[in-house]
């Protein structure tokens, strides 16, 4: 049985932590958590996942995760550097803006290392996970790991600061638009909770269409669209606002300042 440790398990670690037991196979007793406070694991625990140090929890397990803060990463894997070389142990890194060989520097030689950037719905087996490392081996195992817990992509290690923008911050920007959506809801007519359902349901269906088809996004508008209808009229208000370009403006925004985060 395969055994995961994950340091640093805030939001993003234990959101993987829960993803991993409800669509990846995983018991809780396979899954060691770790952060500065372990007091705030204590629901964790009761739960059946295992709390433990860093050092234990790197010497019994297979895969070591690492989601702390960039500034707190050098000094978290030189504290388990020894342990990390016992064994055939992966190190699996959701940090943005820490390279592959940053990490193998604090880690030391024969320390295979994968860089991860999944996002939030990673909880619900939703997530677009995206999986860049040198050692094909180790990046196959981190696939297998990932795969029921939404898509995965196998990417060049310069494009994860891009990935971590589009796919980790970008559900914060769709969250946005379907606000946006169901606060128009409730201004034609309807309760916000029954806006807010629409809105959600109907962006998943949005996905869903571009996902089973490969269709471009403008081919299925155009399914939509009817001369002289509500619905062209509708989109080109929203042009004549920005709408394509804001969102443009805000991922080249947040990608900009992707390298100040250590």
């Not at 490392?133 to 029921?148: A, W």
Request: aromatic letters at 4%.
């Amino acid at each position: 049985m395969k055994k995961i440790g994950i340091i640093g398990a805030g939001n993003i670690g234990c959101a993987i932590a829960k993803g991993l037991v409800s669509h990846g196979g995983i018991e809780p007793s396979q899954i060691y958590l770790s952060r500065k406070k372990n007091e705030l694991l204590d629901d964790k625990e009761k739960e059946g996942y295992v709390v433990s140090d860093n050092l234990t929890l790197v010497k019994e397990v297979d895969f070591v995760l690492l989601a702390v803060l960039p500034g707190q990463a050098s000094e978290v894997v030189q504290e388990i550097k020894d342990e990390l070389k016992s064994g055939s142990k992966i190190l699996v890194s959701v940090v943005s803006a820490v390279s592959i060989n940053e990490l193998k520097e604090w880690a030391g030689h024969g320390v295979d290392v994968v860089r991860l950037m999944p996002n939030t719905a990673i909880e619900y087996g939703a997530s677009m996970t995206c999986i860049a490392g040198e050692e094909e081996h180790s990046v196959e195992k981190v696939k297998e790991l990932f795969d029921p817990l939404g898509q995965t992509m196998i990417i060049k290690e310069q494009l994860m600061p891009a990935a971590t923008i589009l796919a980790a911050c970008g559900i914060a920007f769709f969250l946005r638009f379907i606000r946006a959506v169901s606060q128009g809801g409730i201004q034609i007519g309807f309760h916000a909770d029954e806006a807010g359902e629409i809105a959600a349901q109907t962006a998943r269906g949005a996905a869903e269409l571009l996902l089973q088809t490969n269709n471009h996004p403008e081919t299925e508008i155009d399914r939509v669209t009817t001369p002289m209808g509500c619905t062209i009229s509708g989109l080109n208000e929203m042009e004549h606002f920005g709408l394509s370009s804001a969102m443009i403006k805000g991922i080249v925004k947040s990608y900009s300042g992707i390298s100040d985060l250590k």
